[in-house]
């Protein structure tokens, strides 16, 4: 499995990001694909997942409402809009496949295949 993303930035509370995962490597019609985020000193947590075989997407609490994820299965791309930031969404994100071995759940689904992450700072 190999994930890149791409998009991290320096952006302003309120302020829109947009964030892109390219990935290979494994059967995505079979495998849910997500974001999780990590801040520093926190436990990295879950943000959004979809279940390419039913369509079905689960947004953490925390980005309901501001954050949406989609999906290019043509192009095996996976976009992450984030609006109205916040300082609290500050963290490096990751591009995350299910992976039925691995050591996070989230959405109904254990995770175990990362990206590299990409660092999104929003300023006060």
């Known amino acids: 499995v190999q994930l890149a993303e791409s998009g991290g930035g320096l952006v302003q509370t309120g302020g829109s990001l947009t964030l892109s995962c390219a990935a290979s490597?494994?059967?995505?019609?079979?495998?849910?694909i997500g974001w999780f985020r990590q801040a520093p000193g926190k436990e990295r947590e879950g943000v959004v997942c979809i279940n390419p075989r039913t369509g079905n997407i689960y947004y953490s609490d925390s980005v309901k409402g501001r954050y949406t994820i989609s999906r290019d299965s043509s192009k095996n791309t996976l976009d992450l809009r984030m609006s109205s930031l916040k300082p609290e969404d500050t963290a490096v994100y990751y591009c995350?496949?299910?992976?039925?071995?691995?050591?996070?759940?989230?959405?109904?689904?254990?995770?175990?295949?990362w990206g590299q992450g990409t660092q999104v700072t929003v300023s006060s």
């Open positions: 490597g494994f059967a995505s019609e079979s495998y849910a």
């Open positions: 995350v496949v299910e992976d039925y071995s691995g050591d996070y759940y989230f959405g109904g689904f254990r995770w175990g295949s």
